[in-house]
């Protein structure tokens, strides 16, 4: 069985900065892209960024220049830097994995429980 646990969410004024963590546990053999996603009440899930095993990076163009993807493969661990947040980045943010667990095995989508994530001041 795997787990995304999500860590790092809160209350933060306009102009401020959050560090989401996402950890993976379980039977992992190997972790393929990894991102965040976000959904904000009254809307649909929306993509914030991914990043590939080897450290590529795609965001939405709202958090371009704002939200930065990063990894460490050695502790199976996402993180998503937020700075210069605004009002409408207030969402429940989601980490999302493919996960494998055994070498033939096909990889497995994974979500985490989501962290919620306020900015207002």
């Known amino acids: 069985q795997v787990q995304l646990v999500e860590s790092g969410g809160g209350l933060v004024q306009p102009g401020g900065s959050l560090r989401l963590s996402c950890a993976a546990s379980g039977s992992i053999f190997s972790i393929g892209a990894m991102g965040w996603y976000r959904q904000a009440p009254g809307k649909q899930r929306e993509l914030v960024g991914t990043?590939?095993?080897?450290?590529?990076?795609n965001y939405a163009d709202s958090v371009k220049g704002r939200f930065t993807i990063s990894r460490d493969n050695t502790k199976n661990t996402v993180y998503l830097q937020m700075n210069s947040l605004k009002p409408e980045d207030t969402a429940v943010y989601y980490c999302n994995a493919y996960i494998t667990w055994a070498r033939y095995a096909p990889p497995t989508n994974y979500w985490g429980q989501g962290t919620q994530v306020t900015v207002s001041s």
């Open positions: 990043i590939t095993s080897g450290g590529s990076t």
